[in-house]
């Protein structure tokens, strides 16, 4: 158990824009920071952060919280690991017991993984630096390929002795279970067998975007025609190779500071860029990129430039992978290397500024690149030519944005020599089919499932107005609880005539004052249970310290509670999303019209809870066998008549 003296000291450190900012790439947005949600695929902005009240929401998945609740929901960690994650980052000693090994074997099977995992890492990394074999092979290795002593210890790379279950023993030893390292891919079992997946290989740890050990990459270093030159860890729970890219913990920041991503091929390409002053280098790891790599990108900029070997597959290689990144929204280059280098050993070869100079140089638009290439191949063929053509009109066809749609389709008119017309006739064609085969799939798709309605019959989803009220009750609190305004009240006087007359008074109050006398004069109990809790919790914060100091309040809430202030929050500030003065389009302050607002607020939700008492009583009298009972319909008139009044205080008919 983490004690918790160092969860205060995490909360009281951690600050939650600087965290979200290792994972986001955040631009300022009044006294909020903005930017893409990592939780969905979007092109718009809805991700807000306030480092005033150190909570953050996702508008597009709806998720958010204090910074605990983004690390628990980025990286899937647990409670415990979101704050040793934090802890860790401030550099903050956590104090806690020693895990028993009962307690190790009751921990979750999917934090067992990455706990075998970082041992491996460990291992492999001491092996390559503390034994004879991993000095003499392993980091010889290395420091052939031109890595230094500093960049080895940074990757973590390691090394795995040429034995065949000697990192399964040691792990074993250690009290891993052969489960978890069989699950991992660190071990293979068969039968009563088990040994090293990696033996004889130097190791390449693949990191997720927050740095933890997810899998490995091994390269053999003999010539063995039966073993892969490369191999990977395979599937797990913690590792699935489409989502990775590696190096992306390294590079994360400097992707977001240059706004532009590198991507390789290999590890030791991004190793060496990275070593020489380029830093903001991924790598697919040799698999072909998918949809989920590019969005992991995209989190961190909109800009990614393909680096390839000079040779014709390579080539060929860039051209598959430029679609899927158009139709992520993303901008793409292409920058080829002269015939017979590489990444790696251009990096090797050249100095920072050579490097920096050629990228710059030599980083071509797709469109441009996609025509010289195939031009080449279509030379003096009117057929290839005219393939050539349909071929960068359905790269087109993949961006999303049609302004740059139109600007590619006039470069590709120049550089091929070809009328706008045709080929923006032809992006029509493209689109069309698109949407038609798209139709055609979601027929089929509901043709089972799908049931006939009659028209007339159309789902409304039902709004629950006392929730709604309830709600906006929390809000106000939030919101404008400490604020003290002049609220116009209504007091009953009665007349010698024995008549009731209403005079109205204005009353000075703060507003939580004023919600609570309210509410507790009529005896209002709130519906929702969790706005029942919040509602006392914020009273009980006010009435204590006579303010709510929001990074405070939500951090020592339970994590239900929590989320749900978070959000209501963070929807109060959603319109700074849109920038509306930039715009020139001024919004009222609500801060101006707060004491009306929480006067029509509570007189709504009286009025509402009269109309269903009234509905009640009614109901009574409906199922009552006997005559009429005088008092039970003189204390409809009663509650007839209180609606009434509050209906005129509302400006409202009945």
Not at 42 to 53: A, G, I, L, Q, Y
Not at 160 to 189: C, H, M, P, R
Not at 471 to 477: D, G, N, Q, T, V
Not at 557 to 574: A, C, F, N, R
Request: aromatic share 8%; net charge negative; with cysteine.
């Amino acid at each position: 158990m983490i004690s918790r003296t160092t969860i205060d000291q995490v909360f009281d450190t951690a600050r939650v824009e600087e965290v979200i900012g290792d994972f986001v790439q955040l631009k300022k947005s009044g006294s909020n920071y903005k930017g893409l949600s990592p939780f969905s695929d979007e092109r718009t902005p809805s991700f807000m952060v306030s480092p005033v009240k150190q909570i953050w929401k996702d508008f597009s998945s709806g998720k958010g919280g204090n910074v605990v609740a983004f690390v628990m929901e980025h990286e899937h960690f647990t409670y415990p690991e979101a704050i040793k994650y934090l802890a860790k980052k401030y550099g903050i000693e956590i104090e806690e017991t020693e895990q028993s090994q009962e307690q190790k074997e009751e921990a979750n099977e999917r934090e067992s993984l990455y706990l075998v995992n970082e041992y491996a890492n460990t291992y492999f990394q001491e092996t390559l630096h503390e034994t004879g074999p991993g000095k003499a092979i392993g980091l010889s290795y290395f420091k052939e390929r031109g890595f230094s002593k500093e960049t080895i210890t940074k990757f973590q790379l390691g090394y795995a002795l040429d034995e065949w279950d000697a990192f399964t023993n040691s792990a074993l030893k250690n009290g891993y279970q052969l489960s978890f390292l069989e699950k991992t891919g660190l071990t293979i079992v068969k039968d009563d067998k088990k040994f090293d997946r990696f033996k004889g290989r130097v190791l390449f740890p693949i990191h997720s975007l927050s740095g933890r050990v997810l899998g490995f990459g091994g390269r053999i270093l003999v010539n063995d025609k039966k073993a892969a030159k490369y191999l990977n860890s395979p599937e797990s729970e913690v590792y699935h190779k489409s989502k990775v890219l590696y190096g992306i913990y390294f590079a994360k920041q400097a992707i977001a500071k240059q706004d532009n991503c590198y991507l390789v091929e290999g590890y030791t390409d991004v190793i060496q860029l990275h070593q020489r002053g380029i830093q903001n280098v991924v790598s697919s790891s040799g698999t072909a990129l998918t949809a989920d790599q590019i969005r992991l990108i995209h989190r961190l900029t909109k800009n990614i430039t393909l680096l390839f070997d000079g040779d014709a597959a390579g080539l060929r290689a860039s051209l598959r992978g430029v679609d899927l990144i158009l139709e992520q929204g993303l901008n793409v280059k292409i920058c080829t290397f002269p015939e017979g280098e590489d990444p790696d050993s251009f990096a090797r070869e050249n100095s920072l500024d050579d490097i920096t100079h050629y990228l710059n140089e030599n980083a071509t638009d797709f469109i441009n690149f996609k025509a010289s290439l195939l031009a080449k191949e279509s030379k003096n063929d009117p057929v290839k030519k005219a393939e050539t053509i349909r071929d960068m009109v359905t790269s087109i066809s993949k961006i999303p944005d049609h302004i740059k749609q139109e600007v590619y389709l006039k470069e590709c008119s120049r550089i091929m020599d070809i009328s706008e017309e045709v080929l923006f006739s032809t992006l029509a064609q493209l689109l069309q089919k698109e949407r038609r085969d798209a139709s055609k799939k979601t027929k089929s798709d509901d043709n089972t499932l799908r049931v006939v309605e009659p028209k007339t019959t159309q789902h409304i989803e039902k709004v629950d107005l006392q929730e709604s009220l309830e709600r906006k009750i929390i809000e106000l609190l939030l919101l404008y609880g400490e604020m003290e305004e002049d609220f116009d009240d209504l007091m009953m006087e009665s007349e010698t005539t024995g008549e009731v007359v209403h005079r109205q008074e204005k009353i000075k109050s703060k507003v939580f004052e004023k919600v609570f006398l309210d509410l507790q004069d009529d005896e209002v109990e709130f519906a929702n249970p969790i706005f029942q809790q919040l509602y006392f919790a914020i009273i009980e914060e006010y009435q204590r310290a006579e303010s709510l100091k929001m990074d405070q309040f939500v951090n020592q809430l339970p994590q239900e509670l929590g989320s749900v202030v978070t959000h209501i929050i963070m929807d109060d500030e959603k319109y700074q999303l849109h920038d509306w003065q930039r715009r020139e389009i001024f919004t009222k302050n609500k801060e101006h019209g707060v004491s009306k607002e929480v006067i029509d607020t509570i007189l709504n939700l009286r009025r509402l809870l009269v109309a269903k008492k009234i509905g009640e009583l009614s109901g009574k009298v409906q199922q009552s066998e006997s005559s009429v009972d005088s008092e039970l319909m003189q204390d409809i008139m009663d509650y007839n008549t209180l609606r009434k009044m509050l209906s005129e205080r509302l400006n409202r008919v009945i």
